[in-house]
Nanobody, 124 residues
Framework: QVQLVESGGGLVQAGGSLRLSCGSS????????MGWFRQASGKNREFVTYIGWDGKNTQYTTSVKGRFTISRDNAKNLLFLQMNSLKPEDTAVYYC?????????????????WGQGTQVTVYP
């Protein structure tokens, strides 16, 4: 049984920063890619970023490139998302997800474990 628990969300003014964390237990964390997805109110869940099993391969959705950075600490089973220069349109519930594969993908179907989500709210 895998459990993913996100933390670090909150309320921040536009231009500010937040760092999300995701802790994993119950499965060999270091062998699989991880991803962050988000879902704004009234919208579908969307891909934000992923990182491969070894941390060397990453991809970002266009709207967050240059502002968000994904990283992982395999020794501690932790995933991070550093979010800088936040905009009101970044407001959403952010979910971490564990992939079935070693290499990441923007396709949510490739992820078989999900956290409960953490709310990020960016005000003007």
């Amino acid at each position: 049984q895998v459990q993913l628990v996100e933390s670090g969300g909150g309320l921040v003014q536009a231009g500010g920063s937040l760092r999300l964390s995701c802790g994993s237990s119950g499965r060999t964390f270091s062998s699989y890619a991880m991803g962050w997805f988000r879902q704004a109110s009234g919208k579908n869940r969307e891909f934000v970023t992923y990182i491969g099993w070894d941390g060397k391969n990453t991809q970002y959705t266009t709207s967050v490139k240059g502002r968000f950075t994904i990283s992982r600490d395999n020794a501690k089973n932790l995933l991070f998302l550093q979010m800088n220069s936040l905009k009101p349109e970044d407001t959403a519930v952010y979910y971490c997800a564990l992939s079935q594969y070693a290499y990441g993908s923007p396709n949510s179907d490739d992820y078989n474990y999900w956290g409960q989500g953490t709310q990020v709210t960016v005000y003007p």
